[in-house]
């Protein structure tokens, strides 16, 4: 188990989570490479990134307006990812650190956001 007490900073129920979560990617890398495509009802679930571009912090990552992500206090936020992993642009999908993501419209560069209409992204 995983633990430095002294001063907190590494806490067992993190780390338990923090591997959960990367099993997950794992799985979900796994069945990506095997050529299994994402179900709809994963596609169907997953926030929609609307007037999204990429952010690259110290990896890729997309900045965008997010459409019901389960962590934000509102239904729609803006956001920054976390790492892309893997990307499907012409499916408009892509899988983060941390979860799948819808595509809406990309940011156009003048500034303008996309139209967040639940249709896009939803498996071109």
Known sequence: MLSYRSTG???????????SRLQVLATDIESLLNGEPVSRRVLAAAPLLVGWSVARPHAVALAALAIDHPEAASSMESRLTS???????????????????????????DGVWGDPSPDIGGGR
């Open 83 to 109: 790492t892309v992993v893997i990307e499907n642009q012409e499916g408009g999908w892509v899988r983060t650190l941390g979860r799948f993501y819808r595509l809406g419209q990309k940011f156009d560069g």
């Open 9 to 19: 900073f590494l806490d067992p129920s993190a780390a338990q989570a923090e591997l």
